[in-house]
């Protein structure tokens, strides 16, 4: 009654065989579940030089500790595996319906290794799992699949799917996982890893209960937490215009002041994360151009665009992941640009709306949401999918892709019937420029060559998200020397002066107003807060919680009180921190097994402003990125330069205790065969 169940489940795909094993206490008080559960199975499990995209990778799907024992913003799942973007740590984080229907399974993980010779999908109810045929399923995309699988397997309960697109199965290795209708677990390359194995999808079925240790306690502080949320709204006659003025107001401060988490859930409410929109633009935090413009290139109709009431015009509804009582997300009427006909749709969320937008310098409202629905049909991480597209149009605008190459396609900024046709050759990978682009700009640009890798954007081999780390130095850090780079929901500055962390963590100081420019002089205060916050991010990623939860702070979203209801531990905030630590060496640990060199992660120039903006808001500014990463490894007790955790380390935290012998996963019991 600890809030986890004790049990994960392995599916060979090769052979058809199926184990169920108990964990123990001890893991999961080590590394909580989700994230860390995840970490400890896959790197004892994933031998060194695995081929990411053969059958001794493992695709993980993991719940949270706290998912489905009463708390809200907890119904985060995790797919993770070897990324075969990055051939280290690779994990990808998604909401909808899963993550309960996991535990009510009666598992924390489900782990799939091996490759069928057909396409199959994977049914578990009460019973344990079975290996189905998905011939019949092969091709639909992630909707069409999605809602047949459900009708064709809804018995007594409505099952609850991850299923993968025709991306997926054609390798993109910029495909992710889609739940409940567009959803999605997009980074990693997860999805590829799942058209590899020949599985569709997941069909989950259980209805088994889920209890923890004190569930009334659990109650009042539901109760607390929703009062709050309820009682955040914007007010009435604030439109999407003052999200633009706030932005140009944030961007003006020199000083760094903190801010209280809670005003994010009335903007949440209102818009959803297209709230951020035209105040990423006024800010500095939107890259613009293939991250080669700025805020002076992309304004009047272009920023307009992108106005966030643009969007919440077409909802239809709000749309709340499970347990979640803040409602971001929206379902919209669509139009298709091709033959006028409507039809319904997730609304796309920050990341695509400025992929699609002003990285491509497009004004075009209409064709966001298509290419949105274009990308979560066939199963592309929208991220990534604008970011080779935008690499495309430079190579195209610079001679070094012509119209022969491109199939007749015109590629230039803003021309979005170029856009939508060059998105779905890359999400068929039709031979030429689809299959060229379909596993992302790191490759595109290595098959090209001719000087184009000056504009591909990345960190080790996976697109940057729509967030400008020169503003932010600690986002660099993390872009540059996290276990996964290029992801933005790890750890930043932004994240940090909401967390308010520094009143729970003894080691941190407190918080005071301080000059903008210190973070890019004082690599290892900014180090410091990484360490301190990325620990937190763990945590959330552990159990199951919401981002969104998550930059409220935890003066608000009670992280630690849950943990310690759900599970009778009775830790202090610092104790809980000490696990995130472990969790994130964890992580780490996977990439040093496998090889990955740490420089290779070194953000793309552009990001980094070695090759600077010369207007707008960011101009002139430059990271020294390797001083950043060097301190970010330091600060973990990683060697600065090869990154490996020092033997202290690794003693600090039980970690060289942790060995694979004779091809069992230590610590655990095998309880359950089947062929």
């Known amino acids: 009654m600890k809030g986890y169940i004790g049990r994960i489940l392995s599916i060979d795909l090769s052979s058809g065989e199926w184990k169920a094993e108990t964990v123990g206490d001890d893991v999961y008080e080590k590394f909580l579940s989700g994230v860390g559960l995840g970490a400890w199975y896959l790197y004892q499990n994933i031998p060194a030089g695995a ?9 993980g799907f993991t719940s949270g500790l ?12 995790m ?10 740590w690779g994990d990808s984080n998604c909401g ?10 009666g598992y924390d993980a489900i782990f799939i290794k091996g490759q069928s010779k057909k396409p199959v999908y994977i049914f578990i109810d009460n019973k344990g799992p079975v290996i189905k045929d998905a011939s019949a399923y092969w091709g639909l995309d992630t909707v069409e699949a999605e809602e047949r699988l459900i009708k064709d ?38 999805g590829a890893v799942m058209g590899s194995k020949g599985l569709k999808a997941l069909v989950l079925a259980g209805t088994k209960a889920v209890t923890c240790e004190n569930p009334e306690a659990i109650k009042i502080l539901t109760k607390e937490y929703a009062r709050k949320v309820r009682k955040s709204n914007a007010p009435g006659i604030m439109g999407g215009w003052a999200m633009a003025v706030m932005g140009k107001l944030l961007g003006s401060m020199k000083s760094v002041v903190p801010i209280d988490g809670i005003m994010t859930v009335m903007l949440l409410k209102k818009w959803g994360t297209v709230m951020n929109n035209t105040m990423a633009i006024q800010n500095g935090d939107a890259p613009l151009k ?79 949401f298509y290419a949105n629905e ?18 495309a149009i430079e190579c195209y605008e610079n001679g070094i892709l012509t119209k022969e190459d491109t199939g007749g396609l015109e590629l230039t900024w803003g021309n979005s019937d170029s856009i939508i046709s060059l998105l779905e050759k890359i999400a068929a990978r039709e031979e030429g420029i689809g299959a060229l682009l379909a596993d992302g700009v790191k490759r595109a640009a290595e098959k090209i060559g001719k000087g184009s890798e000056r504009f591909a954007v990345h960190a080790g081999g996976q697109e940057l998200p729509m967030h400008d780390p020169k503003i932010d130095p600690m986002l660099g850090a993390v872009y540059s020397a996290d276990p996964t780079p290029g992801r933005h929901t790890t750890s930043s500055g932004v994240y940090y002066t909401t967390s308010a962390l520094w009143e729970k963590i003894s080691w941190l100081p407190r918080f005071r107003m301080y000059p903008k420019a210190k973070e890019y002089i004082n690599h290892d205060e900014v180090s410091l807060k990484n360490v301190a916050y990325t620990s937190y991010k763990m945590l959330i990623d552990g159990t199951g919680s919401c981002y969104y939860a998550m930059l409220m702070g935890v003066n608000h979203y009670k992280i ?47 990001a980094t402003g070695e090759e600077p903006l010369i207007s707008g808001h960011n101009e002139g500014l430059k990271l020294d990125i390797q001083a950043l990463a060097e301190s970010y490894r330091r600060a973990w007790g990683w060697d600065e330069i090869t990154a490996v955790p020092t033997s202290e380390t690794l003693e600090k935290f039980g970690l060289k205790e942790l060995v694979v012998v004779g091809g069992e996963t230590a610590g655990s019991e095998r309880e359950v065969t089947n062929g």
């Not at 797919?79 to 280290?88: F, H, I, R």
């Not at 409602?327 to 006909?341: A, E, F």
């Not at 809980?576 to 793309?604: C, T, W």
């Open 51 to 59: 081929d990411p995209m053969g059958p001794e990778n493992i695709l």
């Open 66 to 77: 706290l998912t489905g024992t009463g708390t809200v913003m907890t119904g985060r799942w």
């Open 79 to 88: 797919a993770m595996c070897k990324s075969p973007l990055t051939g280290g």
């Open 96 to 105: 909808g319906n899963l993550a309960p229907a996991i535990k009510q399974c």
């Open 153 to 190: 397997n809804w018995n007594k309960k409505k099952p609850s799917v991850a299923v993968i697109g025709p991306a997926s199965e054609k390798l993109s290795l910029i495909s992710g996982i889609s739940n409940d209708g567009g959803r999605f677990a997009a980074r990693s390359g997860v």
């Open 290 to 368: 293939n991250w080669s413009g700025s805020d002076k290139d992309y304004k009047g109709k272009y920023s307009s665009s992108l106005n966030p009431d643009k969007f919440i015009a077409r909802e239809e509804r709000k749309y709340h992941c499970s347990s979640c009582i803040v409602g971001c997300g929206g379902i919209c009427s669509i139009k298709d640009i091709r033959d006028g006909k409507y039809s319904h749709t997730h609304k796309p969320e920050y990341e695509t709306a400025m992929c699609f937008g002003g990285l491509l310098m497009s004004k075009d409202t209409d064709s966001i």
């Open 374 to 391: 274009i990308c979560n049909r066939s199963g592309l991480d929208s991220i990534s999918a604008g970011g080779v597209i935008a690499f």
């Open 560 to 606: 630690f009180d849950y943990l310690n209801h759900a599970t009778g531990w009775n830790l202090s905030a610092d104790e809980y921190i000490e696990i995130g630590k472990r969790m994130q060496n964890m992580r780490q640990l996977f990439n040093i097994k496998q090889g990955v060199d740490p420089a290779s992660f070194i953000m793309h120039a552009r």
